[in-house]
């Protein structure tokens, strides 16, 4: 099974928040990360956030990070129809490669 | 700054030739990263190059390998094909040191008939 979990789906209506949740194994993982990916597109990095932290803000998007119970969370404020797309939560695994999430598909409703 | 660029964007191969698929980092970054996303198998990690050498590799079989140029970009290259092998491959780079941050490319979409 994944070392990374994460929900298959999420819809949203536009305009509202999208929040997008992630468990992980490790964890003594430095780094996290979320991906975006759009269809038939490589990975953009959306924004990351280091383990000692607990929360990340970004314009629209907001991490927070429980490392007590392995939980990664993405929040995206005011969603808009170009959110829609794949989201991919990654941690980094002894320093040299990733490993990711399923993927969470965000669908964005008129 | 251009980003990651790969080449080519499509490639379509028959069961049994070879695949070269090559990456072009971000100015400055030395380490390059190659990943598979197959359907229904996620993102998987394949190999690891820095400084020219192959720093580490996922679990694949041998016939998946690369190299990195002094230019630190990179060619993987995948023998006898598969059809399994049919997948989106991603390449990243990242600056010097472990941990570093990894940008990601647009991906050669592999087909193999």
């Known amino acids: 099974g994944e070392d990374v979990e994460q929900s298959l789906f999420l819809s949203v209506r536009e305009g509202d928040s999208s929040v997008i949740n992630c468990t992980y194994t490790?964890?003594?993982?430095?780094?996290l990360y979320w991906y975006k990916q759009e269809p038939g597109a490589g990975l953009q990095l959306l924004t990351y956030i280091f383990s000692n932290m607990d929360m990340k803000q970004d314009q629209r998007l907001t991490v927070l990070l429980n490392k007590k119970d392995k939980h990664l969370s993405l929040r995206i404020a005011d969603t808009q129809t170009g959110d829609s797309a794949i989201y991919f939560c990654?941690?980094?695994?002894?320093?040299?490669?990733?490993?990711f999430g399923a993927g969470t598909t965000v669908t964005v409703r008129a | 700054e251009a980003g990651v660029t790969q080449s080519p964007t499509h490639l379509i191969k028959t069961r049994g030739q070879q695949a070269t698929l090559r990456c072009s980092p971000i100015?400055?970054?030395?380490?390059v990263y190659w990943y598979q996303q197959a359907l229904g198998l996620g993102l998987q990690f394949l190999l690891w190059y820095d400084e020219g050498e192959e720093r580490n590799r996922g679990n694949f079989p041998p016939r998946f390998s690369g190299r990195q140029f002094p230019n630190y970009s990179s060619e993987l290259n995948v023998n006898a094909l598969e059809l399994e092998d049919s997948a989106l491959y991603l390449c990243a780079s990242s600056r010097p040191g472990t941990g570093e941050t990894q940008y990601f490319g647009p991906g050669t979409r592999l087909l193999v008939l």
């Open positions: 100015s400055g970054h030395t380490s």
């Open positions: 490790d964890s003594s993982s430095t780094y």
């Open positions: 990654a941690e980094s695994k002894d320093d040299y490669k990733l490993s």
